[in-house]
C-alpha cells in the first residue's frame, strides 16, 4: 500500500519531532515515521520502583545558560528544570602540583578552542591541524598521569568516546561554545522534571494523526514523482523527506540517491559514541556526586521515595555489560557509605538496532562528512543532533536542527531558495 503525503520524517527522535511540528504548523501535510513503538528516540525515560522515581536511560542534561533552544521548548510545554541534587566541585581538592599541571592544561585547550567560532556551521575547518585523537593530544602536552586523567573524565562526560577514537575537536567546539574550558566542565547542567522524554512526549501529543509508529524504514529513493520511503509496512510518497536518524543506523538503509562521498564514509565508519550509563537503588546518608577515570567516570545520586538512584558512566569497552560491573565495583570502593539495594538499570544503546551507539562523538576526519550529511540538498535532507550545526551531541542540537529542517524543506516545497544547514 503506498500513502502520500507532502513530507516524510523518517525518526520521532527530538529533532523528527520538532521538524514535524514545525512543518504540521505552516499548513503541510506530514508522515512521521518511527520503527520504535514509542517516540523520543535517545531521550527515554523510565520508572525505576526499588528508587522510587523515574530516571533517564539516556539523554538527560540541559544546560540553561547555553541551550536557549532547550530552554524555549520546556517553556513552551510547560516543563520545568531541576538540579542535580549534589555538585560536583573535585579540582579544588587535588593536591597542588597535579592542580597546577591540570590548570596549564586548561589553558592549552583555551587556547586551542579560541581559533573555533561555533556558530559557523564549517567550524571544524579552522581547527583541522587538532584533528587527532584527544588522548594523543593530551600525552603531547602533559607527562601528569593525575592531570590527563582528570581531564580523559571532563571530556568524556561531554563526549562520551574512547579518548584514542573520538576526535580533540569535539571537545575544544563544545569549550569554544561554552566559552572556557572551566565553563564547559563545570557547566550549571540541570535535568528536565519528569525525565527527558517527558518534552518528548509533549511534542508528540498533538502530532498523534502524523505519527506512524512501529513503521521501519528500509529504503528511501528520489523518483520523478518524489521520495519514496519504502519498508515492511509498505510505502510513502513525499514531495520531500526529512531523515532525522542516529548516523549509527543509516548504514541499515538503502539511499538510493546521491551522497558524497564524505558522507558516505561516515555513514560507513559510524561515529565511536559509546557511554555505557547504569543505575542502582540504593541509600546514601548524602547526595553523590563525583568522577574517576576509567572506571565510573561520572557517579551522582538522586533522592527518590524511600531510597535513591545513584548513576554511573564509563567508556561501554570492551562491552556494556563489562563496563559497568567495572564500574559498579569502582562506586562501592569510593562510595562506601553507599547501601546497595541490587537492583539495577540500564540500556545497551550500541547493541540497540536503531541506536548502535550512544550521542554523537566524531572520529578524526569524520566532521567534514558530517557537513556534508548536514547540507545534503532537497528533496532529501538530513537532520538530528548528530548532524546539527551547532550543538551536535545535544538535545540542544536536536532541537536546532529540526527547526532548521523544516525551514529548509518550506524553502524548497515554495521553489525558493534552500539555504545552507546552518542548526
Known amino acids: 500500500m503506498q500513502i502520500k ?9 527530538l529533532a523528527g519531532l520538532v521538524a514535524a511540528r514545525e512543518l504540521v504548523a505552516a499548513g503541510k501535510r506530514v508522515a512521521l515515521l518511527e520503527a520504535r513503538d514509542r517516540v523520543g528516540g535517545r531521550t527515554w525515560t523510565v520508572p525505576f520502583s526499588n528508587g522510587g522515581l523515574s530516571v533517564d536511560l539516556g539523554a538527560e542534561w540541559v544546560i540553561p545558560i547555553a541551550h536557549s533552544a532547550m530552554v524555549e521548548e ?34 592549552c585547550v583555551n587556547k586551542d578552542a579560541a581559533q573555533i567560532n561555533p556558530n559557523k556551521p564549517d567550524w571544524y575547518r579552522s581547527v583541522a591541524h587538532l584533528d587527532q585523537p584527544f588522548s594523543k593530544y593530551l600525552n603531547a602536552r602533559s607527562e601528569c598521569g593525575a592531570a590527563k586523567d582528570l581531564l580523559l573524565a571532563d571530556g568524556f562526560a561531554l563526549h562520551g568516546a574512547d579518548p584514542s577514537r573520538y576526535s580533540t575537536i569535539n571537545l575544544l567546539h563544545d569549550v569554544a561554545a561554552f566559552g572556557g574550558a572551566k565553563e564547559a566542565f563545570q557547566a550549571n547542567e540541570q535535568r528536565i522534571g519528569g525525565g527527558a522524554q517527558s518534552l518528548s512526549h509533549a511534542i508528540a501529543k498533538p502530532l498523534s494523526k502524523e505519527i506512524y509508529l512501529d513503521w521501519l524504514a528500509h529504503r528511501i529513493t528520489q523518483t520523478s514523482e518524489g521520495v519514496e520511503i519504502s519498508g515492511p509496512n509498505g510505502t ?52 553523590i556526586h563525583s568522577s574517576g577515570w576509567p572506571d565510573a567516570v561520572e557517579v551522582y545520586s538522586r533522592q527518590g521515595t524511600g531510597m535513591s538512584a545513584i548513576a554511573t558512566f564509563a567508556v561501554a569497552k570492551p562491552s556494556h555489560e563489562a563496563a559497568l560491573e567495572k564500574s559498579w565495583r569502582s562506586v ?35 566532521h567534514g562528512g558530517l557537513h556534508q550529511l548536514a547540507d545534503n540538498p532537497p528533496p532529501v535532507i538530513f537532520a538530528g543532533g548528530d548532524v546539527s550545526r551547532q550543538w551536535y551531541g545535544w538535545m540542544e542540537g536536536a532541537v536546532t536542527s529540526g527547526v532548521d529542517s523544516a525551514q529548509r524543506v518550506q524553502a524548497f516545497l515554495a521553489q525558493a531558495s534552500v539555504s545552507p544547514a546552518a542548526g
Not at 503525503?5 to 527522535?13: F, K, Q, R, S
Not at 513525499?238 to 548516523?247: C, D, E, G, S
Request: some cysteine.
Open 74 to 107: 520546556l517553556k513552551r510545554y510547560k516543563l520545568p528544570l531541576v538540579p542535580p541534587d549534589a555538585s560536583k566541585d573535585l579540582v579544588d581538592m587535588l593536591p597542588q602540583d597535579i592542580r597546577a599541571d591540570y590548570e596549564r592544561l586548561l589553558e
Open 5 to 13: 503525503t507532502e513530507v516524510a520524517v523518517i525518526g520521532a527522535g
Open 332 to 366: 562501592r570502593s569510593r562510595h562506601p557509605e553507599v547501601q546497595w539495594h541490587n537492583e539495577f538499570l540500564s540500556h545497551d544503546w550500541l547493541s540497540d538496532p536503531l541506536a548502535q551507539g550512544t550521542w554523537l562523538s566524531a572520529a578524526p576526519k569524520q
Open 236 to 287: 510513502f510518497l513525499a514531495q520531500a523527506a526529512i531523515v532525522a536518524l542516529p548516523v549509527n543506523v543509516m548504514s541499515s538503509l538503502k539511499f538510493d540517491f546521491d551522497l558524497q562521498n564524505g558522507a558516505r564514509q561516515v555513514i560507513q565508519e559510524k561515529h565511536p559514541g559509546a557511554a555505557a550509563k547504569g543505575w542502582a537503588s540504593v541509600s546514601c546518608p548524602e547526595p
